[in-house]
């Protein structure tokens, strides 16, 4: 085992990057390690006690081979090269077992530590703030904490075995060598620092072209998942750009050939190294060796073992000289993964924290004044390429924004784009806090209640309506985990889709969302309007969907919302005469300031921006009516 182990170590160190090594080695990031390894201490201790003993059983076989020559062999004793060659087999069986053994351990002892850390690492981003989500690279976000995770356990297995196998391994061996030969030993020793510089050499390349190479497999990866998604395949094709998305991803493919090739190249000269170096030193072992024992120095057996044990001091060795890489290596992994652990949210639930009840219904804004936040709140040094520091910061976006929704009562919000409409909305369910100012539910600050009673008594119905790649039946149940069939197909048929409903092949079992059943754009509204149904929430906020839907979906639609917004507070951004004109209180906003507010007839008799969204926006929608 540890003959296989050393080659593949060494191999490893080539693949690792040296500047981790001026990396300080923090003891606090220790101790989180060793806080992390202590659940697991048991499998541990023996999987360093099964490492230790097959370390140091690497010299048995040279020395039995040494016994079966020079005293049985050559002494012409039958019965004791029986009896070796069955210790040597017996001893092979016995190693099988301890590697299969060390294996298994070392396997759950890993396992088990990426499942605590992706278990961590999931719980945590899970609950940062939108903010954060709207900056992060989710595919970059995703591949670097896989890669970053499973690099940290390396510390617990490889890393670990092969710096307690290979001292040990090293040390035993050396000393049997020079008790059996001191001259041959020092002489082959000499030849080592060969293997040495040439690694050091080649790990120093190859580390940087490995890394390089990364990068353009990362870039090749992200460029795919860009294009290759629905939204983007759809753009590609829009703008006929197909010859030039050919050119880009050939440049790019490109890149990653010629570093393969590169690293090829240099892998080979390294392996031709490693296999040259052993056979010079073996050629000396035989070359002196063979002398003294012409001149009966040495015996034929101690010989044979000599040239045996040469070759199991090879790895340990190269190991050896990589260990702090490999150490370090691991703690950078560690530390990049206790990185996003660290990464405060910016929406934390206070300790004393309220429980709204869920028929909460009254929505307050204090003179609400909000900027979203920068990129340096956010960030992470070790995930640059994902959270990018934008240029300039952004202003505020909400200006002293104050209004009262009663319980029950409409509120609709009209404004030109960008006007910030949908930040409004976000303020309610703490998608983000407000800057300055106050955000109330039921006469609570949204920031001194716990925030699953909150989500509990707000409801979304955003424009894109989102749905999981699963069933009918599981997207409703998202909303209320405990729901009957009997509660679905109300809330179902409340949000006039039940009819579509039933008509699909499978029933509540069709999977739509991503890549299941494709429903219009209607049809995800009035299932995205079932789902708030069933969730049943005091207030209920409303992105009214912009595009237009034949009359039938938009006659379909309204009926829905009805059953929504029925007996529930709203805030809703409208895009819908039929949505002003219901309203109790219209918001007309402009540059994140509330400009006008009344009702529809109140503010067509005023005249300024409402008049004027009136004509514009909702002109459309009174020449559809007649
Ligand atoms: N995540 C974000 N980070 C920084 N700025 C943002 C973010 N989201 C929106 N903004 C900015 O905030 C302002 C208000 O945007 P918001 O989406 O609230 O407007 P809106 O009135 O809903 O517009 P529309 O009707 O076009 O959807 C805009 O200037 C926008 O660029």
């Known amino acids: 085992m540890s003959g296989m182990m050393g080659a593949g170590m060494a191999w490893r160190h080539l693949r690792s990057d040296r500047s981790v090594v001026n990396n300080r080695l923090s003891r606090q990031t220790v101790r989180r390690v060793v806080g992390f390894a202590r659940p697991h201490r048991g499998l541990i201790s023996v999987f360093l006690v099964l490492t230790v003993i097959d370390a140091s059983l690497v010299v048995v076989t040279p020395l039995l081979v040494q016994k079966i020559v020079d005293d049985g062999i050559l002494a012409g004793d039958r019965g004791l090269v029986t009896l070796l060659a069955l210790a040597m ?49 989710t595919g970059a976000l995703v591949s670097r904490l896989n890669n970053d995770v499973i690099g940290a356990q390396r510390a617990f297995t490889s890393t670990l075995s092969s710096t307690v196998s290979n001292s040990i391994a090293a040390v035993v061996v050396g000393v049997t060598m020079l008790a059996l030969s001191w001259q041959v030993t020092l002489l082959c020793v000499a030849l080592f620092p060969l293997l040495f510089l040439a690694s050091r050499f080649v790990s120093n390349r190859l580390a940087g072209l490995t890394r390089e190479q990364m990068d353009g497999n990362a870039d090749l990866g992200n460029n795919m998942t860009e294009r290759f998604n629905v939204g983007g395949a759809m753009l590609l094709k829009l703008f006929g750009r197909r010859d030039d998305e050919d050119a880009l991803f050939r440049t790019k493919a490109a890149k990653v050939r010629d570093l393969g090739v590169r690293i090829s190249l240099i892998t080979r000269i390294f392996g031709a190294t490693m296999v040259l170096v052993p056979a010079l030193a073996t050629a000396l072992v035989y070359g002196v060796g063979g002398q003294l024992v012409i001149s009966d120095t040495l015996t034929i057996g ?150 699953q009673s909150l989500e509990d008594a707000v409801g979304y119905v955003t424009q894109d309506a989102h749905l999981f790649h699963d069933t009918i039946r599981a997207n409703m149940l998202y909303a209320r985990p405990g729901a009957d069939d009997g509660e679905i197909w109300s809330s179902l048929e409340a949000a006039q889709i039940a009819e579509t409903v039933r008509r699909l092949p ?15 754009g209607g049809e995800r509204q009035r299932l995205a309007i079932a789902r708030l149904l069933l969730k049943s929430p005091g207030i209920v906020v409303l992105d009214e969907a912009t595009a237009h839907l034949d009359s039938e979906s938009e006659a379909a639609v309204q009926r829905a919302l009805d059953a929504a917004l029925e007996g529930r507070t709203s805030l809703v951004i409208a895009h819908r005469l039929s949505t002003v004109r219901n309203a109790d209180l219209i918001l007309v906003l402009d540059e994140g300031r509330i400009v006008q507010s009344g009702t529809h007839a109140e503010l067509l008799a005023e005249g300024g921006l409402y008049a004027d969204l009136y004509r514009t926006q909702f002109v459309d929608d009174v020449s559809a009516r007649g």
């Open 89 to 137: 087999a017996g001893f092979a069986v016995f190693n099988a077992v301890l590697s299969v053994l060390a294996g298994w351990l070392s396997s759950r002892i890993g396992e088990s530590l990426i499942f605590d850390l992706r278990s961590q690492v999931f719980a945590h981003v899970q609950r940062q703030s939108m903010a954060f989500f709207t900056r992060t690279q």
């Open 506 to 520: 499978d029933g509540l079992d069709t999977v739509v969302g991503d890549r299941g059943y494709r429903l219009s």
């Open 302 to 451: 101690t010989l044979l073992a000599l040239a045996t044990l040469l070759l199991r001091l090879l790895g340990p060795l190269q190991g050896l000289s990589n260990v702090r890489i490999d150490v370090m290596t691991a703690v950078v992994s560690f530390e990049r993964v206790f990185e996003v652990l660290d990464l405060p949210s910016l929406i934390v639930e206070k300790d004393d924290a309220v429980v709204l009840p869920r028929s909460a219904a009254r929505l307050e804004f204090d003179r609400v004044g909000f900027t979203y936040p920068s990129a340096a709140e956010l960030s992470l040094p070790s995930l640059e390429g994902v959270a990018r520091p934008e240029a300039g910061a952004s202003g505020p976006v909400l200006h002293d924004v104050s209004f009262t929704a009663d319980v029950g009562r409409m509120v609709a919000l009209v404004g030109p784009s960008g006007a910030g409409k949908t930040t409004v909305t976000h303020l309610v369910a703490r998608l983000y806090d407000a800057t300055s100012g106050t955000v109330r539910v039921g006469g609570h600050d949204v920031r001194e209640v716990s925030l």
